[in-house]
């Protein structure tokens, strides 16, 4: 079976402490592939992009790399076995340290992760899924800027833009797991802010690891989201059932919107408008979408958004198609606030005495 990075990386460390242990008070120790059993497992070339890596974790400094001559035997086989290279290292003073917090990190596996972190690698795993079906080949490229819907991914509303800042996390964790081959992440347009981070990564999926991994964390998931939202405690008498039921009447929605990671707007199910990409009505409809049902002035927009409004709040709630009885039914507009109402029910259109609406496909906006 072909060795994760996760297991090659855990070779190359564990040859690095044995050849420590040998002289402890020395920070200088020679890694002989030639006699390391273990490591040809792991092809040289792998092997230098590693002990790179650990360089760069400034765990440890590379002084020099060694191959020891041919016999004068003539033994053809052992002049082989020679050309594996000797890599000269300095441990130096943060080994102990790194390495304390990797062994913490491979403890905790999948069923000991937090809740959040959960979230984080379901929520890419469940993407590299969808679009790995329809891929061709096993690399896929994923915008680390789409968007999530709320009601697939069962997460505090508030919680999602922290959520979306740190899919390189999970990304790192399913390399680590082997489902992620190698990944390359592609930086902004040349017009785009410096400090702005990358948009899209370019990822090679093992599709028997996916497969493998997918059931695990859609099990771990789902058992953590029953244990966020336990089942309230069950009323001892009918009475008491009837009389929660009176208290509390079922809403009967009759129009919901929904959005899309595309930028799609439904109403209903059925395709209203699609927004353009990180533009002011995208940027406007995204947060009030996320805040429905309580008045937004621009002031609390700027504010909290971090995006000050440009063109009068009425005018983009034309420009993203509600108008007459639509923009009466969702929208509540002035000149400093807006307020989104989601879902509406049959009372609540019945208080703003609002008929049927007219559903008609718009245009992209």
């Given at each position: ?14 040859a ?5 242990e ?43 790399i ?45 069923e ?83 400090d ?5 990564v ?40 009837l ?33 353009q990409f990180d ?14 049902n ?72």
């Amino acid at each position: 079976m072909k060795m994760t990075e996760q297991e090659k990386l855990d070779l190359i460390i564990q040859a690095i402490i044995k050849e420590r242990e040998k002289d402890p008070g020395n920070p200088f120790i020679s890694l002989d592939l030639a006699k390391k059993k273990e490591l040809p497992r792991i092809p040289i070339d792998e092997i230098g992009v590693i002990i790179d890596y650990l360089r760069k974790e400034k765990i440890l400094i590379l002084h020099d790399i060694t191959y020891p001559k041919a016999t004068d035997t003539g033994d053809i086989s052992h002049y082989a076995l020679s050309q594996q290279p000797c890599y000269n290292i300095e441990i130096v003073e943060g080994f102990d340290n790194w390495y304390s917090h990797y062994t913490y990190a491979k403890e905790n596996t999948l069923e000991n992760l937090t809740f959040p972190n959960i979230v984080k690698i379901y929520d890419v795993t469940t993407k590299i899924n969808e679009m790995i079906q329809l891929s061709p080949t096993p690399k896929i490229s994923i915008r680390l800027d789409y968007r999530i819907d709320p009601s697939k991914i069962r997460y505090p509303i508030e919680a999602i833009d922290d959520l979306e800042k740190h899919r390189g996390q999970a990304l790192d964790y399913l390399q680590q797991n082997g489902v992620i081959i190698d990944c390359v992440f592609i930086a902004r347009e040349a017009y785009g802010e410096p400090d702005e981070p990358e948009t899209s990564v370019e990822v090679n999926i093992d599709t028997a690891k996916l497969k493998e991994f997918l059931p695990k964390i859609t099990a771990i998931y789902e058992e953590r989201c029953k244990q966020q939202s336990p089942a309230s405690e069950k009323p001892e008498k009918d009475t008491e059932i009837l009389q929660e039921t009176i208290k509390k009447p079922k809403r009967e929605v009759v129009y919901e919107i929904k959005y899309s990671e595309n930028g799609e707007i439904f109403l209903n199910n059925f395709l209203f408008a699609t927004v353009q990409f990180d533009g002011e009505n995208e940027t406007v409809f995204k947060y009030l979408f996320k805040h429905p049902n309580k008045k937004i002035t621009k002031a609390e927009f700027k504010e909290k958004a971090g995006y000050s409004i440009g063109k009068p709040l009425h005018k983009i709630v034309d420009n993203l198609g509600f108008t007459g009885n639509l923009r009466k039914a969702f929208f509540h507009v002035s000149e400093k606030a807006i307020l989104f109402r989601n879902p509406l029910t049959k009372k609540e259109l019945e208080k703003l005495n609002i008929p049927q609406l007219k559903l008609q496909k718009k245009a992209v906006i």
